[in-house]
């Protein structure tokens, strides 16, 4: 192929000179037509006409013949730009056909020095170099200095994280989105400090942005942690009523950059995602670990996350923190995702608010998400692009949980869909009825609970979630942390259920 390129080129290089030449010799051919002036010619503005013939009876048209002659030489011109255009496309196809087969060349090499466990379902583990689009840097020096990128692979790599042979466990990295926050040194520190494990759980810090103070942050922590740089900064072209929107559309692209590179280049089976502004709780990475395989395991299940949108103290049980629940909300904010379900996202990934994306019933499918009582995580980030929308009513009372809980020893099975629906449904619709006055008055209620409170509209759910505190707002009718409706916390102490009447079958996309 390389050889046939080549050739065409040479071929076509020929032709470009020889077309000169010929052209050359037929000017040299043509009689002289002398100055102006000369042959009946007249000088502009003359007596004589420009293109008179001096009276004789041969005279030459000069002003004619220097048209046609200009006309023709324009023609040539044209017709050798062509073929020099032509030249230059075959020349940057046959560069850059070059340039893929180096880049395949290099990749298979990379290969070869594994560094990067894969889980048990693969052959062995995988270490793969990252390509972020860095130019090279010859030197570890100057301002990028220290920030876990190897100075002969400028791109960036994973380093050093391996696993025993004899070790089944996965490799579950975390990646963290930043930008210009340097407060993601809080973040990184809690992660570094409740990390069992780096080679388990390498740390890779994606910044978009170009922040060069919160480059140094995240370069202070040397090897430590990964830190890659998203390489388009360039604003993105919106429609005119979108432009104040400009930050939802670069953290879209950011995500989308980020995964692929997690998930394509390193070759990771899943991944755990969090953003510069979160804190995480002492058993953040055992929670992960142990619901890896129920995630695995049920085709009903999209993500885990550390996330609980009703997390408010108030509202949680803080003598259970071990319970779990399935919710039809995608929470965020600390999510675990696997490859395949990138696979499935990644060709439609939006352009711009992929959160609210994710919880749109084309995206769904009627899947559900893993949430914990107490948040396994909390921001601390009132700064961003939603300019503090919720921080100030909601996200700021959230609760950490700041106990450990072996969740690995734990049997998690009653997660999986067919044990959780009945056991979650009967639990629901049998407890006591009542109506919110009961709630609101002290004495009317005796017992612990639970308690069931039923809406059967929007403006039901959202009046009666006013009231109660929790949350209020729905994504294509999804209410946040529900299940089948069912909206389950505490108030006063007791269990209460908000739940649509018995029989729920699917939620009214009109609600939203």
């Known amino acids: 192929m390389v050889r046939k390129k080549g050739s065409l080129i040479l071929c076509s290089a020929f032709l470009f000179v020889a077309w000169n030449a010929l052209l050359l010799l037929y000017l040299w051919g043509r009689p002289p037509i002398g100055r102006l002036g000369e042959l009946g010619g007249a000088e502009p503005g003359g007596k004589e006409a420009w293109a008179a013939g001096g009276g004789k009876p041969g005279g030459v048209n000069l002003a004619g013949e220097l048209i046609r002659v200009a006309e023709e030489v324009e023609e040539q011109f044209e017709t050798q730009k062509k073929l ?83 070790s089944p466990e996965p490799v579950i990295p975390i990646l963290v989105i930043a930008c210009d926050r340097v407060t993601v040194k809080r973040s990184l520190d809690r992660l570094i400090q409740y990390r069992p494990s780096p080679e388990l759980h390498p740390i890779i810090v994606s910044q978009d942005c170009g922040h060069a103070e919160t480059a140094r942050v995240i370069g202070s922590y040397g090897a430590q942690v990964t830190h890659i740089r998203q390489p388009d900064l360039a604003d993105i072209r919106v429609r005119p009523e979108h432009r104040k929107f400009q930050g939802y559309y670069k953290i879209a692209r950011h995500y989308r950059w980020a995964l692929n590179q997690v998930f394509h280049t390193f070759s990771q089976p899943t991944v755990v995602i969090v953003e510069d502004d979160l804190e995480v709780a002492p058993d953040f990475f055992e929670y992960f670990r142990a619901l890896y395989p129920i995630l695995n395991a049920d085709p009903t299940l999209w993500c885990v996350s550390a996330w609980n949108d009703n997390g408010r103290d108030a509202l949680v049980d803080p003598s259970r923190p071990e319970l779990l629940y399935r919710t039809d909300f995608f929470p965020g904010l600390g999510w675990m995702l696997l490859k395949e379900m990138w696979d499935e996202l990644e060709p439609k990934w939006p352009s711009a608010f992929w959160d609210d994306w994710m919880r749109q019933p084309e995206q769904r499918r009627n899947r559900s998400c893993i949430r914990p009582e107490i948040s396994r995580t909390i921001t601390f980030g009132r700064k961003g692009v939603s300019l503090g929308q919720f921080f100030d009513q909601y996200l700021r009372y959230i609760k950490l949980n700041t106990e450990f809980v072996p969740f690995i020893k734990q049997d998690l099975s009653y997660l999986l869909k067919e044990k959780y629906d009945e056991t979650f449904i009967t639990e629901v619709y049998s407890a006591t009825l009542v109506k919110m006055e009961q709630l609101q008055q002290t004495g009317t209620l005796s017992g612990p609970g639970p308690y069931r409170v039923q809406y059967s509209s929007r403006e039901s759910f959202k009046v009666f979630a006013r009231t109660l505190g929790v949350m209020d707002d729905l994504k294509s009718g999804v209410p946040r942390t529900g299940y089948r409706g069912v909206v389950s916390f505490l108030h006063r102490g007791r269990r209460v259920f908000l739940a649509p009447p018995e029989g729920w079958t699917q939620y009214n996309t009109s609600w939203s």
Not at 106 to 128: H, L, N, Y
Not at 133 to 159: C, H, M
Request: charged share 30%; proline share 7%.
């Open 84 to 166: 020099l255009q032509q030249i230059e496309r075959q020349r940057a196809g046959w560069a850059q056909q070059r340039a893929v087969e180096r880049r395949e060349s290099e990749d298979a090499s990379r290969v070869k020095d594994v560094a990067i466990q894969q889980p048990p379902r693969t052959s062995g583990p995988i270490k793969t170099n990252m390509a972020v689009g860095e130019q090279k840097r010859s030197q570890r020096t100057g301002p990028t200095a220290g920030l876990g990128v190897d100075s002969q692979n400028p791109q960036g790599s994973i380093r050093d994280h391996k696993a025993t042979p004899s």
